[in-house]
């Protein structure tokens, strides 16, 4: 019995919920069209997810099938119910722009004869366009879309001309960044060009001009009044924004993060740090543990809390050379974790060191948030098999009030070759327990298993739904030593930001070359191969496991073969892992030479101490043994991943570089 017939059956039966389910079997499985149009119909009418239903219908409309039935239906149910809606909208948004004085045109097209209209998809801004004259549905539209598309800041040396902006977010988002010529004492509105006033009139039934209007920093231009740019404010309205005085940036002024992830340990995120510092369009900070970066907004918060009155505030801030910056914030309603960030970086000399005051726009807050390691975790959700990750310095970030409370997000994540990251990662491991053992009597360090949390660490893996990660990108450590200007044009593009001469050079609060051993843009990092951390079992392993991303971001298979991969494989394999276990057992030992022995609560002699704290650690490198394989079983089912929701993870994008700026070729 096929699936549409036992989802009839269950429908004839009186079994609805389980009919839905089976209706959207159909729908997930594709089918004849005629069976598709009685899923969707079935789903719609009796409960089911209507999201379902609206996208098969459009897809059924779109590709020639029951047009007749379709759109009867589809104005009926999701358009007609949100005509006022859309159509007071609408009204709003034309009465607003015809007292605005940046706006120039007043013919406003009568909403019924608008050229094409929106049909709601869901609560949050989400609309599908039909297009009466091709007879068409379009692309569907998220107007409020977390994501800046264009390099809008690329050129700061004009005021920003922009071109057919409709999302919601970049119109907000250019509102909120560009600063007031008054503030800056120059012209510096946002030119808004639309080239076609039917096509601007038509999104006005889903914008929202109010917020946008206020602070009148919009100039809208329409098909060719373009030619109008820039305009002469003193010469058109008398308004001479030189005589100005030029004004200090506010804490809440500053509303964009640039969030440079830690993808794992020894990923060359020290090198990226070095280039965009001193950048003159960032407050910029070398990598800060996030534990640090809690405790000093913990800090912050209780000295202006505690203080009685501004002058107390201000002896708690005695270290800070900017009192204003100190009764900003005590003068401050319902201050956040952000707020106490963003005063940090403004009265921090190595934040602002390259900070340009007098620049166009307000300077992003550029934050990477460090952890000792990256670890995950992995389990099977019973029924689907699938593999969940999780991560609890990812949960910590997710979860952050600091994060959560910056309007604007852009996401970039250094990637390293993994082998190479790996055995710097060991080697790094090794000389943190050597140097803690030795000047620490009262505890041990260890080295992890590294190869372990390697092959589990997929942090280049994102939940397409995660606000943090909704406009986002990967950048190759190789990339950046090998073709500088190709990959940080590209970067800086993507960041919205100028490429600018601070990129060209790394520096460390504006000293160039502030440490030599990373040698800049110097190649040799990425040719290391740290022989005495990492052995070729142990590369094997972490290729195999990890062979999707090496194929996915183009790094070429140095130490797999391409072979069919068993269990008996896998355990010949993990018995290979001789250099990590090396330096596993010998920072172990330490811990049970540390640990006190006792039998039956009876001490015992030294010999027989040694020999019980021997079987200790004998038994702790099972256990590492034991785990690896059975994790590793768990990856050979599939290199698939969800999140808790059972939604599949996609892999990040990569950053794609210019061809013409390529000074190397790409490495593989």
Not at 38 to 67: C, D, K, M, P, W
Not at 614 to 637: C, G, I, P, T, W
Request: hydrophobic share 35%.
């Amino acid at each position: 019995m096929s699936t549409i017939e036992i989802a009839r059956k269950l429908a004839s039966m009186g079994g609805t919920e389980d009919a839905i389910k089976a209706y959207q079997i159909v729908i997930a499985q594709g089918g004849e069209p005629a069976e598709l149009l009685e899923a969707a119909a079935y789903n719609l009418q009796y409960g089911g997810n209507y999201q379902v239903s609206y996208t098969t219908f459009i897809e059924l409309f779109n590709q020639g099938h029951f047009r007749e039935d379709i759109l009867p239906l589809m104005i009926k149910v999701f358009y007609e119910p949100n005509i006022k809606l859309l159509q007071g909208r609408y009204e709003r948004n034309c009465k607003l722009l015809k007292k605005y004085p940046y706006f120039f045109r007043k013919d406003f097209i009568p909403f019924e004869d608008l050229p094409f209209c929106f049909f709601p998809y869901d609560d949050h801004n989400g609309y599908v366009p039909f297009f009466p004259e091709e007879e068409q549905f379009g692309d569907f539209v998220n107007f409020g879309n977390p994501v800046v598309s264009q390099n809008y800041f690329k050129d700061l040396e004009n005021p920003i001309l922009a071109h057919d902006v409709y999302s919601q977010y970049e119109l907000e988002y250019l509102n909120d960044n560009v600063r007031k010529s008054e503030d800056v004492a120059k012209e510096n509105h946002v030119y808004l060009h639309y080239s076609d006033w039917k096509t601007f009139c038509t999104y006005l039934q889903c914008l929202n001009m109010r917020p946008l209007l206020e602070d009148e920093k919009l100039v809208f231009l329409i098909e060719n009044e373009e030619a109008q740019y820039p305009i002469d404010f003193k010469a058109r309205y008398g308004i001479d924004y030189n005589q100005y005085t030029l004004q200090p940036l506010h804490i809440r002024e500053i509303n964009r993060m640039i969030w440079h992830t830690q993808l794992s340990t020894h990923n060359g995120g020290d090198f990226f740090n070095e280039i965009f510092d001193s950048h003159p369009n960032l407050l910029a900070f070398p990598s800060i543990m996030m534990s640090n970066a809690n405790e000093i907004v913990s800090d912050l918060r209780k000295g202006i809390e505690t203080a009685q009155t501004l002058k107390e505030a201000m002896e708690n801030f005695e270290p800070w050379k900017n009192p204003r910056l100190v009764e900003e914030l005590y003068r401050m309603k319902g201050r956040t974790d952000k707020d106490y960030l963003v005063a940090f970086f403004l009265q921090n000399d190595m934040a602002t060191a390259g900070l340009d005051p007098t620049s166009r726009i307000v300077p992003a807050v550029f934050f990477q948030p460090h952890f000792s390691n990256i670890v995950y975790s992995l389990s099977v959700e019973e029924k689907t098999k699938k593999t969940v990750l999780h991560a609890a310095n990812y949960e910590e970030i997710r979860k952050s009030a600091i994060f959560r409370n910056f309007k604007y997000i852009k996401t970039f994540t250094p990637m390293r070759r993994f082998t190479t990251s790996h055995g710097a990662t060991v080697k790094f491991m090794y000389g943190s327990a050597l140097e803690d053992n030795n000047n620490n009597a009262d505890s041990t360090t260890v080295v992890s298993d590294a190869v372990s949390e390697r092959v589990f660490n997929r942090s280049f893996m994102i939940d397409p739904d995660d606000r943090l990660y909704k406009d986002s990108v990967l950048v190759r450590f190789e990339d950046g030593k090998l073709n500088g200007k190709a990959t940080f044009t590209a970067l800086a593009a993507f960041l919205d930001l100028p490429y600018t001469e601070s990129m060209t050079y790394c520096s460390e609060n504006g000293k160039r070359d502030p440490h030599p051993e990373t040698k800049g843009f110097d190649p040799a990092p990425i040719y290391k191969t740290y022989d005495d951390y990492v052995n070729d079992s142990e590369r094997y392993f972490i290729e195999y496991f990890l062979r999707d991303a090496y194929k996915f971001y183009g790094y070429d298979l140095q130490y797999y073969d391409g072979a069919p991969v068993d269990e008996e494989k896998v355990k010949e394999l993990i018995a290979g892992f001789t250099t990590v276990n090396h330096y596993i057992r010998e920072t172990w030992t330490k811990v049970f030479e540390k640990a006190k022995v006792s039998v039956n609560g009876e001490s015992v002699d030294i010999e027989t101490e040694k020999d019980i704290q021997l079987q200790l650690l004998e038994q702790q490198m099972k256990q590492f043994d034991e785990s690896r394989f059975a994790n590793a079983k768990l990856l050979m089912n599939s290199l698939r991943f969800v999140n808790k929701r059972s939604q599949p993870l996609h892999f990040m994008r990569k950053l794609q570089l210019d061809p013409a700026l390529l000074e190397q070729p790409l490495y593989h």
